[in-house]
């Protein structure tokens, strides 16, 4: 079972950023303003702390990326699926999409009560060794 997913549009935006910067990786760390959304980087860019939560992988085989969130942000968004969306405006200047006018963004929805009895028996997996 999935915890996070990426919309059709946004997997477009991340091959285009892959093909410029290589292999990248989500992180959203749930600061203020935009570090509740979630950020690209360039993967090993950005240093995952033993604290953060590997929530899966987004793409497909051509274009795989980590997606990470802090452990205190994830004991919010548990209980919901996430999927990596994007819309126009600007984001973050940290995020490798901002100089492309659009930023990445969540969508979520909670997990129905089956989903969830799966999950619970899931181990969390933090930090970079997953």
Same mark, same amino acid.
Request: proline share 5%.
């Given at each position: ?19 410029? !910067?290589?292999? %990248? ?5 749930? /600061?203020?303003?935009? #570090?509740? $959304? ?40 548990? !209980?919901?699926? %996430? ?5 126009? /405006?600007?984001?973050? #200047?940290? $995020? ?35």
């Amino acid at each position: 079972m999935n915890r996070v997913e990426i919309a059709p549009e946004a997997l477009l935006m991340l091959k285009k950023m892959q093909g410029i !910067h290589g292999a %990248l990786m989500f992180h959203q760390s749930g /600061g203020c303003c935009d #570090g509740s $959304s979630p950020m690209c980087y360039p993967l090993n860019d950005f240093k995952v702390g033993q604290a953060d939560v590997f929530l899966g992988f987004v793409g497909d085989e051509e274009c795989r990326a980590p997606f990470y969130m802090s452990g205190s942000q994830f004991e919010y968004w548990k !209980h919901t699926h %996430l999927t990596v969306d994007i819309v126009p /405006g600007r984001g973050s #200047g940290f $995020s490798v999409e901002a100089p492309e006018g659009v930023r990445f963004m969540i969508r979520s929805r909670l997990f129905e009560d089956n989903e969830w009895a799966i999950l619970e028996k899931e181990p969390v997996l933090t930090g970079q060794n997953h």
